[in-house]
């Protein structure tokens, strides 16, 4: 089986808008672009915020249990389901957390986590 990895990188505002310009060079000359997947922060402070321990307990309790929903999962981790549901928002809003919403009686919104490792990508 393949592991799926999640990248996540330290990129300046700078380095982000350099970057974009020679994509769009190089789609201006017709050539290929190269795509890259995963997930940006300014500085390591941002990133460190973003996963803080109890952020990442939540995306691998996700990964090892499959809860069916947000509810589910704060119960799992016995935590308030409005702190649960705020940081499952925030880790889908930077692209960590894949949320699908279903409807089997009620609405629910059913948290996924697509890869296996998060791997982290500091320029020096």
């Known amino acids: 089986m393949k ?6 990188r330290i990129k300046s505002l700078e380095d982000v808008l350099t970057e974009a310009k020679g994509v769009m060079k190089k ?5 290929q672009v190269e795509k890259h997947e995963g997930v940006s922060f300014a500085s390591l402070d941002d990133m460190r915020k973003a ?4 952020r990442l307990r939540i995306l691998k309790t996700i990964r090892k249990e499959h809860p069916a929903s947000i509810y589910e999962l704060a119960k799992i981790l016995g ?7 705020d940081d499952v928002q925030y ?5 960590l957390i894949d949320l699908t ?7 629910k919104t059913t948290p996924r986590v697509n ?10």
Do not use: S, W
């Open 115 to 124: 890869y296996e490792r998060i791997m982290l990508e500091i320029p020096v």
């Open 91 to 95: 880790l889908a809003q930077v692209g």
């Open 101 to 107: 919403k279903t409807k089997d009686g009620l609405k």
């Open 3 to 8: 592991v799926k990895n999640v990248t996540i």
């Open 27 to 31: 789609l201006e000359r017709g050539k």
């Open 51 to 54: 996963l803080t321990e109890e």
């Open 79 to 85: 935590r308030d389901k409005k702190n649960t549901f």
